[in-house]
């Protein structure tokens, strides 16, 4: 007769659960015209700290997609990954229940941030990283002077840019070519990636911050310039 012993490690918890009625009207979905995406954030009631980046998104005539970002590694709808729901009834609202499972001594609340420095990153108030990063679907293109073709979402550069989103409106080809051949591959990839929700760093860009920052004076990235400006007037 023989005994396997084993010593396992238990991990205590306190955890709680929140139910979160998301509801998104089908006047504003039927709205929506191909490669277009509503942003917004959701925040769990009595837990505000806890802020979620939304996006609903057209990709085809008859449907839509509604994307969760779970950042901080919770149980969303049941899993630790990013949560996503097709929604084909257009002439209904979105209305479901999503569960939140966590234990709120172990989410750690956003800190007040230190003055930027050039070891520090920035990001997107509008981060949309996980969505970005597939490019099967983007609708326009910048071409570089080196003439590279550098990809993205229309829905994403209007949010960015008010006078890019103006033109747009009366284009209907896709994808849409902007030509910024002023500008290297690596420069308007560096601004984009900022646009996308992807970390962009000062150190690892420090060469190329001023004509980042010319690129997005040229085609009016607001937020780029705000966030650019204190490191070049150092």
């Known amino acids: 007769m023989f005994q396997i012993s084993s010593e396992f490690e ?38 505000e700290h806890l802020k979620f980046q939304c996006v609903i998104k057209k990709f085809i005539e008859s449907k839509v997609t509604l994307v969760i970002e779970n950042p901080y590694d919770l149980r969303l709808y049941g899993k630790k990954t990013d949560f996503k729901y097709e929604h084909k009834h257009l002439k209904s609202d979105i209305d479901i229940n999503i569960s939140f499972i966590f234990d709120p001594a172990t989410v ?36 570089s002077s080196d003439e590279k073709q550098i990809l993205s979402y229309k829905c994403i550069i209007a949010k960015h840019s008010k006078s890019l989103a103006k033109s747009f409106v009366n284009v ?60 070049i007037t150092n």
């Open 172 to 231: 209907s080809n896709n994808p849409v070519k902007i030509i910024a051949d002023k500008y290297d591959a690596k420069t308007i990839t560096a601004a984009l990636n900022f646009c996308h929700g992807n970390n962009v760093s000062f150190k690892e860009m420090e060469s190329l911050m001023t004509e980042i920052f010319k690129f997005a004076f040229e085609f009016n990235f607001d937020e780029l310039k705000v966030c650019i400006i204190p490191f």
């Open 108 to 143: 750690i609340k956003p800190t007040k941030q230190n003055p930027l420095t050039i070891e520090d990153t920035f990001v997107s108030k509008l981060s949309l990283q996980n969505i970005t990063s597939d490019l099967q679907y983007c609708d326009i293109v910048f071409i």
């Open 10 to 47: 238990f991990k205590e918890v306190d955890h709680v659960k929140i139910e979160y009625q998301l509801r998104f009207p089908a006047s504003k979905l039927q709205l929506l015209d191909q490669f277009e995406c509503y942003p917004f954030v959701i925040e769990l009631p009595g837990y």
